[in-house]
Every structure is written in structure tokens, then in C-alpha cells.
């Protein structure tokens, strides 16, 4: 967990989480305690290995306190959206991410943001990204509610002057990843990946709930 290079633990879990997860695992078990689970259940990430771990309910919620100082950490079923998130196409190319999606974490761990976008190897980090994230940070302050290591900020960049930004569980991110390794074909990935994409955000969309209003003033108030 302290390698060195610093694009290789999360990345090279990341990649282990999408290679190994299966579609579908009927008598899935839970990785804590061995009870049987469905085949939607939960997860909860070892914030050492960056690994997501199958759960059932009971060994989930041992782990839904965000300040306990613990080393697993239940991952939320929230979606939210940010009606009022700006991103314009300079700050999109300024986050050099090729494709027109990426999802950025905070790893608690190592203290920093990743930003990574799906292609054909899995997950690849745009080392590039944070300063220009920052700045979108700063723009948008109702992204404060992101929680570190279980939920992503998932931004794609739209034809309008504004990209969407949606907070969804880590999981979901896994998911994707996965399913888009599998479908890509050739230099943007093709057809049937940017359907998938499209797919995954037409649920994302409808399970989203609007994000609360930053309520801590900012220094002007709100615009
Ligand atoms: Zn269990
Ligand atoms: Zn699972």
C-alpha cells in the first residue's frame, strides 16, 4: 500500500476490482462473513488495498460511520446531481481526459483527488487533471458533499456550454469501468461503448436526486 509510484496502488486495484468482478455470480457470498448474498448487494472498500469487498447488510452497516477510524468503508446508495455545475470546454480540455467522461475520487489514504477515464485497458489515470480540477472545485463548492473513497464525481462533457456532474457510489464507477473494457472497439471506443455510456447515464439521471444546497455561506453568498 506504499509503492511508490504514485499511479499504482489505486490503479492496479482499480484494474483488479474490474478485472475480477464478475457480470453476474449467483451464490455470491459475503467477503466478511461468508452468509450467502443476492446478486444486488452492497459493497464496502478496504482503504488499504482500494479493493471493493461483496457484503451482506449486517457486515455493511458495521461500516456506514464516515469519522470511525476504520480500515473498510460501506459505499453509499446515493445518487445526486448538480443542476448547477459549469464546465466549460477549456476546463474540460485543460483536464486532458480524451474521453468525453472520467470520475474523480478523493483516496483518503494518500490525501489527493484521482481522476481517472475509461478505455480499452480499464481505468487510466489522467495524471494531468488536478489543478484544473481544482479549480472546479472551487467554482462549484456544492461538490464539498462528495464523500472521500466511496463516492466519485462523474463528469462527461455535453454539447452545450455546460458538462453534467453526477455524485454516484464508487461502485457504480466499477461497474462501468468493466462493462466498457469489455465493449471497447477501436480509438473511441465505438458504438456499442458510447451506447453503454449512454445507458449508464440515463439511470444515473433517473436515479439522481438534486444535490443540497451548499448551506456553509461561501464568502459572497450564492450567486
Ligand atoms: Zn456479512
Ligand atoms: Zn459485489
Known sequence: MNAPGSAGPPLAALRRVTRTRPQQNPGERCEMCAAPIADEHQHVVNLDSRGLMCTCRACYLLFTDEVANLHYRAVPERYLSFAEFTLDARAWDELQIPVGLAFLFRNSVQARTIAFYPGPAG?????????????????????????????????????????????????????????????????????????AMDDFFATVQHRSRPAPVNAASISGGPS
Open 123 to 195: 481505468a487510466t489515470e489522467s495524471e494531468l487533471a488536478l489543478a484544473a480540477w481544482q479549480r472546479i472545485v472551487d467554482d462549484n463548492p456544492s461538490l464539498a458533499v462528495l464523500r472521500p473513497d466511496v463516492e466519485a464525481l462523474l463528469v462527461r462533457r455535453t454539447d452545450g456550454p455546460h458538462g453534467s456532474c453526477y455524485l454516484v457510489p464508487i461502485d457504480a464507477c466499477y461497474e462501468l469501468v468493466g462493462r466498457l473494457r469489455m465493449l471497447w472497439r477501436g480509438f473511441d471506443g465505438g458504438q456499442q461503448a458510447h451506447q
